[in-house]
T-cell receptor
Framework: AQSVAQPEDQVNVAEGNPLTVKCTYS??????LFWYVQYPNRGLQFLLK??????LVKGSYGFEAEFNKSQTSFHLKKPSALVSDSALYFC????????????FGKGTRLHILP | ETGVTQSPTHLIKTRGQQVTLRCSSQ?????VSWYQQALGQGPQFIFQ???????GRGNFPPRFSGLQFPNYSSELNVNALELDDSALYLC????????????FGEGSRLTVL
């Protein structure tokens, strides 16, 4: 079965600094990977996805993610953090099979310090 | 705004009761997925409906059931509520089974006392 792991419960970054939120994956076959963001008391919002092609994927709000096949990683990045980026971030993978359901990691809370 | 609406937004039930949660999918989306998100956890897949048929189910007991209607709206029913059912229930729609880009509603927060 496909799965993702987010090794950090929380990441603290000073405003203006680059940020990285880590994700590793375990899949059979080609991975379909996603990042979602959740603001307090809200549903999840799609940020970006990797299906195939360039290893650097650009998404919403200035976020990007780097797919690394050899390290089985799909880390989320942003060159300059904003206080408004503070939220809960989820890495996800499509479980390829009969139902192609999306499986989420446990989440990483990103806290941007002013 | 994703165009996915859920109701009710909050509700309180007692153990043993039954609950129905509703979801209106985004226009043109034929796939609806339901997730349970316990406090401090990631969303856990409950089941998925594609064109009114359940075509995927996570590790949830049969007392969790659902429906999808011809207009692709959906219901989640939970019978014999337990304390551990307290969670945020999220509905997500997508344009196709294989798209992977889910559009989530704001969720229904269920508290079981």
């Amino acid at each position: 079965a496909q799965s993702v792991a987010q090794p950090e419960d929380q990441v603290n970054v000073a405003e203006g600094n680059p940020l990285t939120v880590k994700c590793t994956y375990s899949v059979s076959g080609n991975p379909y990977l996603f990042w979602y963001v959740q603001y307090p008391n809200r549903g999840l919002q799609f940020l970006l996805k990797y299906i195939t092609g360039d290893n650097l994927v650009k998404g919403s709000y200035g976020f990007e993610a780097e797919f690394n096949k050899s390290q089985t990683s799909f880390h989320l990045k942003k060159p300059s953090a904003l206080v408004s980026d503070s939220a809960l971030y989820f890495c996800a993978v499509r479980d390829i099979g009969r139902d192609d359901k999306i499986i989420f990691g446990k989440g990483t809370r990103l806290h941007i310090l002013p | 705004e994703t165009g996915v609406t859920q109701s009710p937004t909050h509700l309180i039930k007692t153990r043993g009761q039954q609950v129905t949660l509703r979801c209106s999918s985004q226009s043109g989306h034929n796939t609806v997925s339901w997730y349970q998100q316990a406090l401090g956890q990631g969303p856990q897949f409950i089941f998925q409906y594609y064109r009114e048929e359940e075509n995927g189910r996570g590790n949830f007991p049969p007392r969790f059931s659902g429906l999808q209607f011809p207009n692709y709206s959906s219901e989640l029913n939970v019978n014999a509520l337990e304390l551990d059912d307290s969670a945020l229930y999220l509905c997500a729609s997508s344009a196709s089974q294989r798209n992977g880009e889910l559009f989530f509603g704001e969720g229904s927060r269920l508290t079981v006392l």
